[in-house]
């Protein structure tokens, strides 16, 4: 799971976060795996489904405290009453909630803007993001989705496609390798991951990114194809790309 995530963004390398910083994580989709694992999943739609339907899975929000320890960081869904000042970092986790078939489907009325359809994610990092704090931004979705607006709120950005139980796989990449307890997370001697034992980012895009809300040639031939991010796109840590 950890390889098919994707790194769309990470100016002033705000990844990988290192252990004993206060981790404010904020957004619907840190703490439920229904909206890891999406539709088609116990139930139809997924909508049903609850936490403790997943006996041994693991959220996102597991993984980070698992990195962090528990004592360095508070989770708030939509950050009303928080002080983002008193935070190192923000890991917001935001997406798209379950669904299968047509019940996914966007209509004729509207675009592939995700936050059209889903303003609470849009509101969440509103509300951290331009604060001094670096906002890490991962988002789980079922498709591309064009998400300009979040990710100009985000000094990192990862998509996280529906990576299903296992949320601490996501932590693994997001932090340096060394848990709560101080002691190095094992495996992983690739090129860049080697000197902190940290998990590199590994996947790049199997298709193109929208690059506005309309777009629908993604096609590497398409003549009018001009996608945000092209096919093969997918940073890793120690570039020196900038998103702006």
Not at 96 to 123: F, K, V
Not at 147 to 158: I, K, R, T
Request: glycine share 16%; proline share 5%.
């Amino acid at each position: 799971m950890r390889e098919s995530l994707v790194l769309l963004k990470n100016d002033g390398n705000a990844l990988p976060l290192a252990p004993g910083k206060k981790i404010l994580v904020v957004g619907k989709g840190a703490d439920s795996l229904p909206l890891q694992n999406g539709g088609w999943t116990l139930t139809w739609q997924g909508t049903d489904n609850k936490n403790g339907d997943f006996p041994n899975g693991d959220t996102i929000l597991a993984g980070i405290v698992e990195k962090a320890g528990a004592a360095n960081v508070t989770y708030s869904h939509d950050v009303k009453g928080i002080d983002v000042a008193a935070f190192d970092a923000v890991i917001a986790v935001i997406g798209e909630t379950p669904y299968a078939e047509g019940a996914g489907d966007i209509g004729p009325a509207g675009t592939l803007r995700h936050s059209a359809r889903y303003p609470e994610d849009l509101e969440v990092l509103k509300a951290v993001g331009g604060k001094g704090k670096p906002v890490v931004t991962v988002l789980l979705s079922g498709r591309p989705v064009y998400a300009n607006d979040l990710m100009n709120l985000s000094d990192s950005f990862v998509a996280a496609w529906l990576p299903g139980t296992e949320g601490k796989g996501i932590a693994d990449v997001l932090f340096t390798g060394v848990n709560s307890k101080g002691m190095h997370s094992g495996g992983g001697h690739s090129k860049d991951s080697h000197s902190s034992g940290r998990r590199p980012f590994s996947g790049t895009w199997s298709f193109a990114w929208p690059g506005s809300v309309c777009q629908t040639d993604l096609s590497t031939a398409g003549k009018d194809s001009a996608p945000l991010f092209k096919l093969g796109y997918g940073l890793r840590y120690g570039s020196s790309a900038t998103v702006g």
